[in-house]
């Protein structure tokens, strides 16, 4: 059988037969989950109040952590101070990305996107995917704080609290303190997802069109290659949404020109030299790259909602190994075609750009799933001292048959326009060398 049938199987299976029962946000919580909160929690006072060995406080302490809290434990206020330094990125803050290495970025929110694009195959369903995205998700909190004049910490979205609710979610309920609202409503079939040797058939949710008002509703996704959705299945013919009109039909300016947008310079896909960049999927890097305004779509899924559970959160913290904790998040922790697979489901429960795993950074949701992703990694760390410096797998995608690298302390991590490379070993804690966070 061929490699990607196999994953397929994985993962389809995962996604279409989901035979586990999915438990509703208002079941209890399973009492092993809460204590590993609680063990989490007392990780982090034990850690901030240890003395450095001049005796003195330790650099990140007490005083100055900053503290990650779930979007509804923020007052009304901090969601707001939130949403507009968001919009700063994308409205007042231009790329700092080489124009012809990167025709397609026009303002920050793209750096992001563009960086996360670039290396998205060396980043995922491998041992570098909890580091690599723990420091994407930290340098847009330092974006947000340092160029946009963010105050607070970076929140997280505990799906959790809506896998049983989802379309009531304060997240997503599109007001001004809302992380933006779902995308219109339009008849539509499934979305065709080929990344990392995978086909997958993604279910339709309860959306699909582009966010028509509240947070987001003006936000234009400047790159990334447009994803395949089927047709509905009646004679119905779709309404393809605008690209560069907002709610109130009001004409949206990109930061700059499009005029060099049709610039089609070879790109180096790795910001680097060498090119040793081998790509195992469809995505076309060069076109990715390229100048694509339209507007930000979602298409919220009960479906993958389901999946989003307090129990599914314990099967994965009780993985026993780094190797073990990324396949189960990924969905590949062996054959199981029923097990949960929380890190595509907690994209594919927002859908649109969410459903495309290298542009999904375009839409912000994206740094509030993987800040929970982050909360989980961290508190599964934290359960045992050797796991904080543990790494695991290797650096090949879907590795079954272990032919990549193994995943080393010392391994460079590429950060593409918003960081360059980083070492592995000084990403695992998050209260040591860059970082002073910890979660709510
Ligand atoms: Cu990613």
Redesign the pocket.
């Known amino acids: 059988m061929h490699l990607s049938t196999i994953i397929s199987s994985f993962l389809a299976g995962a996604t279409f037969v989901a035979a586990a029962p999915a438990k509703r946000a208002t079941d209890p919580i399973p009492v092993e989950y809460v204590s590993m909160l609680n063990s989490y929690q007392s990780y982090v006072n034990t850690t901030l109040s240890k003395k450095d060995h001049r005796n003195g406080l330790r650099v990140c302490n007490h005083r100055n952590v900053q503290v990650r809290k779930e979007w509804r434990s923020m007052s009304k206020r901090e969601r707001k101070k939130y949403v507009s330094a968001v919009q700063c990125m994308y409205r007042n803050r231009r790329s700092q990305a080489n124009r012809k290495k990167v025709p397609g970025a026009r303002n920050r929110l793209d750096d992001f996107l563009a960086s ?1 694009l670039v290396v ?1 195959e060396k ?2 369903f491998n041992g570098h ?1 909890f580091p ?2 723990r420091h ?1 998700v930290w340098l847009y909190e330092q974006a947000l704080r340092e160029e946009c004049g963010y105050k607070g910490a970076q929140p997280y979205w505990d799906w959790t609290l809506d896998a049983g609710n989802l379309l009531a979610s304060p997240v997503f309920d599109g007001s001004d303190t809302s992380m933006g609202g779902n995308g219109e409503y339009f008849p539509h079939g499934h979305t065709e997802l080929q990344a990392f040797g995978l086909d997958l058939q993604l279910p339709p949710g309860t959306g699909g069109g582009c966010l028509k008002s509240g947070p987001f509703s003006d936000l234009i996704v400047n790159m990334g290659l447009n994803q395949t959705i089927a047709p509905p299945a009646s004679n119905v013919t779709a309404p393809i949404p605008k690209t560069l009109e907002t709610a109130d039909n009001k004409k949206v300016e990109p930061l700059s020109s499009p005029e060099t947008s049709n610039i089609t310079s070879p790109v180096d896909p790795t910001f680097e030299t060498e090119k040793t960049f081998e790509p195992v999927g469809l995505i076309k890097f060069n076109e990715a790259l390229n100048y694509n305004p339209r507007c930000l779509r979602r298409d919220l899924n009960l479906f993958w909602a389901e999946q989003l559970t307090a129990s599914h959160v314990l099967y994965l913290l009780q993985a026993s190994n780094a190797d073990q904790l990324e396949k189960r998040i990924d969905g590949w922790d062996g054959p199981d075609p029923t097990q949960p697979a929380m ?1 595509p489901a907690g ?1 594919f429960v927002v859908g649109g750009l969410q459903n495309d ?2 542009a ?2 375009g839409d912000p949701m ?1 740094f509030l799933i ?1 800040a929970q992703i982050d909360r989980l990694y961290t508190i599964w760390q934290s359960q045992d001292p050797a796991r904080l410096y543990q790494v695991g797998g290797t650096d090949k995608p879907l590795d079954l048959n272990n032919e990549g690298n193994p995943v080393k302390l010392n391994d460079r991590l590429n950060f593409g326009i918003v960081d360059g490379k980083r070492k592995l070993k000084n990403l695992l804690n998050t209260m040591d060398k860059y970082y002073c966070y910890a979660y709510e």
Do not use: A, K, N, V
């Open positions: 996360h998205s980043i995922h995917l690599w995205h994407f890190h994209h795993p290298f999904s950074p994206f993987h």
